[in-house]
């Protein structure tokens, strides 16, 4: 068993940076590790996704064993939709840097 799934670079409700945006990659840091303290069974990572008006990132769940499945399945279906009190506060210092 193998593969992903594609989560996304922000929860749900959340705003985003656009596309080919210099601040995305941190910003699908930030949801990567509140997907890890949210479901530490997962393996995430982040994934990049070449798109006509740049590149976007995205969080993947990898799938390579039962538990990583599982928490990929979890994750895609149960994730915060929003930042936590952790991301709130990186988010607030990637917003503020030049």
Known sequence: MSG???????????ECYGVGHP??????RI???????????GSFTIKSNPHDFGVYYSV???????E??????CAESGASVVWDSIAIEQIKVLKKRA
């Open 23 to 28: 601040k995305s990659r941190d910003e699908a």
């Open 60 to 66: 993947a769940a990898s799938m390579h064993d039962d």
């Open 68 to 73: 990583t499945t599982e928490a990929a399945w």
């Open 4 to 14: 992903y799934l594609d989560l996304d670079g922000t929860p749900a409700n959340e």
């Open 31 to 41: 949801y990567r590790d509140q997907l890890r303290r949210e479901f530490p069974t």
